[in-house]
């Protein structure tokens, strides 16, 4: 896009009472962006702390190990199932309003569930809780963005990236001291605070109208630059999670590691993850969504495909080494998922967009892990962690970068995005 042709957007947007990119944005986008991604830290914070936790839970409660992991996937599966009518509840109804109502259902689970005394009732309560995720999960997203102009919504999206990798650093580390401290419980009593705390800044900084919400619904949400996302933001999180239930299984059952020497491969990740997220940020608002989209998955592809060479040990300082470009290559598409989907459709859209990208990434990470089990299903050898490595490698490679090129490509679909959203 020429010069000229910018300036002439520009001028357009500040004669309809927009914001130029070059203009400081207002404080309260920015206490805007800290309350929702608060909220959403939450639910990061609450897998886990809570995963910490089972094995004292099946201790007190007289139940075998493998039976609590009902917890997980009662959580988990209501949390999908309300993502999708939570989303349309956000466009029709606001986040704030739906933000507020799913914080409180979740504080209510999450009580309850630290009063129950067997395992069937601790179940019911992690159902409440995951109702409640799912419907703060789009709100809070729509939320956050909501302050920012289009081409400047990566800078946002950055931040939110970040505070996903920080709460997966300190969840285990809370868990644990909470667990040892005090007992299991006081995981979720702990949540409790969180979740009020996270209502007030909801209440305090998110207007109660965010945006134009459509009355008839009918406004296009699976624009082909959504499907694109989606599918990167679910091929991630399938590498992601089944990465990480193959180190883990690997390093504890082969190599003999414990469960916290092993847990340190995921809190590396996690910190490379939370660091490339506000890179991926910037680089996305200045040159568009797909050029960090195509580095990150050529960096976490070719990161892989070097641990899948038979003659590369798995469990020395150069798996270390080698878990550099594959975190950072995960952490860069995280940003560029989200800013390409919600810059290619309404504000009046942006709660089911949100949702989604949401049940892409649940549904990406069920099949990663799926198929990490699959192949791991005669033991996790050297072997046969090299080969599902490599599958993982090829995914990034063969099947990630042609749909990363899919995505937005330059500065000016954002400028053009924003006129529209005017």
């Known amino acids: ?147 920012f102009p289009p081409e400047r919504r990566g800078g946002a999206l950055g931040i939110w990236g970040a505070s996903a990798g920080v709460a997966n650093l300190l969840g285990p580390l809370l868990g644990g001291l909470l667990t040892v401290g005090f007992g299991w419980r006081a995981d979720w009593w702990a949540l409790v605070p969180l979740a009020l705390l996270a209502v007030w800044a909801i209440a305090e900084h998110l207007p109660a109208i965010v945006h134009e919400v459509g009355a008839d619904g009918r406004q296009r949400v699976l624009t082909p630059r959504v499907v694109a996302a989606s599918a990167v933001a679910g091929l991630t999180f399938a590498v992601m999670i089944g990465t990480f239930y193959l180190a883990e299984q690997y390093l504890q059952r082969s190599v003999g590691y414990s469960a916290l020497g092993a847990s340190a491969v995921l809190i590396l990740v996690a910190l490379l993850v939370a660091l490339a997220a506000p890179l991926a940020g910037r680089i996305a608002d200045s040159r568009g969504e797909r050029l960090p989209a195509i580095i990150g998955f050529v960096a976490a592809g070719v990161g892989l495909a070097l641990l899948a060479i038979p003659a590369v040990s798995l469990h020395g300082l150069g798996t270390i080494a080698l878990l550099i470009p594959v975190g950072i290559g995960l952490g860069l598409l995280f940003v560029p998922t989200s800013r390409a989907a919600l810059n290619a459709t309404e504000l009046a859209s942006h709660g089911r967009v949100s949702a989604i990208l949401s049940v892409a990434r649940l549904v990406g990470a069920a099949v990663g892990a799926g198929l990490a089990g699959a192949a791991l299903a005669g033991g996790p050898t050297a072997s046969t962690t090299h080969s599902a490595l490599a599958v993982a490698a090829g995914a990034c490679l063969l099947l990630g970068l042609p749909i990363a090129t899919r995505l937005g490509g330059s500065r000016a679909d954002a400028i053009e995005l924003t006129v529209l959203d005017s």
């Open 1 to 147: 896009m020429a010069v000229s042709d910018q300036s002439l957007l520009s001028r357009r947007r500040r004669s309809r009472g927009g914001r130029a990119s070059g203009d400081p944005l207002p404080r309260s986008a920015w206490t805007r962006l800290a309350a929702c991604t608060a909220a959403a830290a939450l639910l990061q914070l609450d897998g886990t702390v809570i995963t910490v936790a089972l094995p004292t839970v099946a201790h007190d409660l007289h139940v075998t190990s493998a039976s609590t992991a009902v917890i997980l996937s009662a959580y988990f599966a209501a949390y999908a199932l309300l993502l999708l009518p939570g989303g349309r509840l956000v466009d029709r109804f606001g986040a704030r309003r739906v933000a507020l109502v799913g914080l409180v259902v979740f504080a209510v689970g999450a009580a309850a569930g630290a009063l129950v005394s067997n395992l069937g009732l601790l179940v019911v309560t992690r159902v409440v809780q995951g109702i409640g995720a799912g419907l703060v999960s789009p709100a809070a997203l729509a939320g956050a963005v909501s302050g």
